[in-house]
């Protein structure tokens, strides 16, 4: 499975970024799926899920900014996110969620990088 993260940049605190995800080798709408990010020197971490019901979860640090939905093609996953903040400055990747079972390997992911 080849994973495709786009839709990064740079961006002033306040903005939006739209992220999305493509998936080469496997239907997204048949798993649990979620976005991630890893900023330097920290693990990576779930930011955001979406269940295969459409039930979504989120980390308190973007409750409220970011939304994650499955775009209408079915395949592909997106992030929709709203009042950045520099602490979101990260890479993100998207992958499964829900499960301990991962799509490998992880795609490049997309950088997004807030600041004034």
């Known amino acids: 499975v080849q994973l495709v993260e786009s839709g990064g940049g740079l961006v002033q605190p306040g903005g939006s970024l739209r992220l999305s995800c493509t998936a080469s080798?496997?239907?997204?709408?048949?798993?649990?799926m979620g976005w991630y990010r890893q900023a330097p020197g920290e693990r990576r971490a779930l930011v955001a899920s979406i269940s295969l019901g459409g039930n979504t979860n989120y980390a308190d640090a973007v409750k409220g900014r970011f939304t994650i939905s499955r775009g209408s093609d079915k395949n592909s996953l997106i992030l929709q996110m709203d009042n950045l903040k520099p602490g979101d400055t990260a890479l993100y990747y998207c992958?499964?969620?829900?499960?301990?079972?991962?799509?490998?390997?992880w795609g490049q992911g997309t950088q997004v990088t807030v600041t004034s």
């Open positions: 992958n499964r969620a829900i499960t301990t079972m991962k799509f490998t390997p």
């Open positions: 080798g496997a239907e997204l709408s048949e798993y649990h």
